[in-house]
């Protein structure tokens, strides 16, 4: 009697679970299927989940027009790495602080944090503050600086996991046994807080990749410093920009006509999602950890 | 040794930590502090030339013509209504989920997990492409594939205003359900499993289960995540319904959001008077409903909340 019970469950929610698997995944697979499917079958049957001709034209263009795609790639990849451990350091340094039950002014400081996350000034003094004080408009720093370096929810987080899984007996020790505040810290408490600084790194990383706000705020001008994000938004926005800013369209000996631009646009969208695709099935574990620790207590 | 002595070797003592904290703080001090004077500008004729503190006073002008237009209405409404929807789509499917994912014993429940989650990892820029490939008026699947076979007209999708409740709504589930489930399944897996065994032992159903142990024992939770969505609830994804939509004007009616009208009024409109105004409307109001829900949060149970 139970066992039927239980089967018919487990199949219910196997087809629940895979149609929702299916649906999660069915908008990727129309992409990459877009992006390799010929210009003109495009025009004429539209995306399509089974199309008629196959090409490879689309990344064949990418790469060999311009090199506007790998450029915004590189920097992608620059901003990712220098951010993710910039802003790592920078967080995992101050939930140490703040975990020191001994700290003299620990409050003021955990107040100075907390605040952050209750109140803020919102975009337009932000823009102003950042244009026109740190006059950071259309430089690199404006990837990388603006919200994302810091924030007191991972704090927070970090810190917590400090105060509950980093004994204080053995930071004392360490200390006894003659190391100075930054050996403990560097030696002996990052080493034990391992699993949520590698979490920390995750969301930052992801933070870093994702960011299309910064680019499309401050980088007016300076098209060359776009992220793989960037150049998408722009191109969603204006499909003309690529043949602009492609350089060696002469070169290529390709007319403006000829630019396959309805796979193209998909082609470099999957080129944009590729890879967070890619590292997913290597990070999705660490990251699912990471959301119960900041979900069941912030 | 005297205590002023004590002190201040004391002190000394703690100089590496306070340096080890400064970059984080200083990023703070200029992040999050340095902009705050300039919510005055909600108060002024912004002129660029003259800045922020040289600009001319005029109190509460800006308020009483954001108020007076429509827009004042429709981006709160946009922004309030599609919150709430938000919360309540986004609960009942990630909770339905997260026991569906709990009571499975396939090793496939890992893989079922991995995939919903997927979405929460894709930038809205690269969603605003995956959305297009399915509504593109032009070359979109919907318009090519499925209304020819249903023998229906092309939609305009872009165009018209009243599919676009649904579409964000559906996007923002598809994006979000699987964030939402990972921390209710955290929650189902740690009940006790003998309340299950024993309740099967008196002969309950597996629906039974989940509707006698399972929600009961989840409502904490819900209420929890539901207390601090409603603290967001004058927050929007601007990436949702700025990209998604792509920033169509046709669509404004239904896409506006507090958001979405400050960034517009920043740095497409020119109108840093109004856009201020409604920022520093969405600033009070968000501290207010922020610090009121996270009261009741930890009224529920001091374990919860953001502090």
């Given amino acids: 009697m139970k066992t039927r019970d239980e089967k018919h469950f487990q199949i219910v929610a196997h087809i629940v679970l895979i149609f929702l698997s299916f649906t999660a995944v069915v908008p990727f697979v129309l992409l990459v299927i877009s992006s390799l499917t010929d210009n003109d079958v495009l025009i004429a049957n539209g995306y399509s989940f089974t199309p008629e001709k196959w090409s490879f034209y689309a990344y064949e263009y990418i790469f060999k027009t311009g090199n506007s795609v790998m450029h915004a790639y590189g920097i992608s990849i620059i901003l990712t790495l220098a951010g993710t451990v910039l802003s790592t350091v920078v967080t995992t340094m101050l939930a140490y602080v703040l975990s020191k039950p001994q700290l003299p002014g620990r409050h003021i400081f955990m107040f100075f944090v907390v605040f952050t996350m209750l109140f803020n000034g919102g975009l337009v003094p932000t823009y102003i503050v950042y244009t026109n004080i740190f006059n950071i408009k259309n430089t690199f720093w404006s990837l990388l600086f603006p919200g994302l370096l810091c924030n007191g929810f991972n704090v927070m987080l970090m810190k917590s996991y400090f105060v509950s899984s980093v004994p204080g007996e053995i930071l004392d020790a360490a200390q006894i046994d003659g190391a100075g505040e930054w050996q403990v810290f560097t030696k002996v408490a990052a080493p034990l807080a391992k699993p949520i600084i590698a979490t920390i790194a995750l969301f930052n990383g992801i933070a870093y990749w994702n960011d299309w706000m910064n680019g499309y705020i401050y980088l007016t001008k300076r098209t060359d410093l776009y992220s793989i994000q960037n150049l998408l938004n722009r191109m969603m926005v204006n499909i003309q920009f690529l043949s602009q800013n492609s350089h060696n369209i002469q070169d290529a000996g390709v007319g403006l006509a000829s630019i396959p631009l309805v796979s193209v646009r998909m082609a470099m969208a999957t080129a944009g999602v590729l890879p967070v695709l890619i590292v997913y099935p290597f990070i999705q574990g660490n990251f699912v950890k990471g959301i119960t620790l900041g979900g069941v207590k912030g | ?307």
């Fill in chain 2, 1 to 307: 040794m005297s205590t002023t002595k004590r002190k201040r070797q004391n002190m000394k003592r703690f100089i590496p930590l306070y340096l080890m904290a400064l970059p984080g703080l200083a990023y703070f001090f200029i992040n999050n502090y340095m902009p705050l004077p300039g919510l005055v500008l909600a108060f002024k004729k912004y002129n660029a030339r003259k800045g922020i503190f040289g600009s001319k006073f005029i109190g509460f002008k800006n308020f009483k013509y954001l108020f007076a237009t429509k827009d004042a209405f429709i981006i709160t409404r946009n922004t309030i209504c599609y919150n709430l929807v938000f919360i309540v789509v986004n609960t009942i499917l990630a909770v339905f989920v997260a026991i569906l994912l709990a009571e499975m014993t396939s090793r496939l429940k890992k893989v079922y997990q991995s995939l919903i989650l997927l979405p929460y990892m894709i930038s809205m820029v690269i969603v605003s492409y995956l959305v297009f490939g399915f509504l593109s008026t032009d070359n979109g699947f919907i318009n090519n594939t499925i209304m020819k076979a249903l023998g229906r007209e092309p939609i305009s999708w872009y165009m018209e205003q009243r599919y676009w409740p649904f579409i964000l709504i559906f996007v923002n589930a598809w994006k979000c359900i699987g964030y939402n489930c990972v921390i209710y399944l955290a929650t189902i897996l740690g009940i006790d499993h003998s309340i299950y065994e024993s309740a099967a032992m008196d002969g309950a159903s597996k629906w039974q289960q989940v509707w006698l142990i399972t929600i009961p024992l989840l409502k904490p939770t819900i209420i929890m995540m539901t207390m601090l969505a409603i603290g967001r609830i004058f927050y929007s994804d601007f990436g949702l319904f700025y990209q998604v939509p792509q920033n169509q004007g046709a669509l404004f009616n239904v896409t506006n959001t507090i958001d979405t009208y400050v960034y517009r009024g920043l740095l497409e409109l020119g109108d840093i008077s109004m856009s201020s105004a409604a920022g520093l409307y969405q600033s009070l109001i968000g501290f207010i409903l922020v610090l009121g829900s996270n009261w009741l949060v930890k009224k529920v149970d001091s374990e919860y909340g953001l502090f």
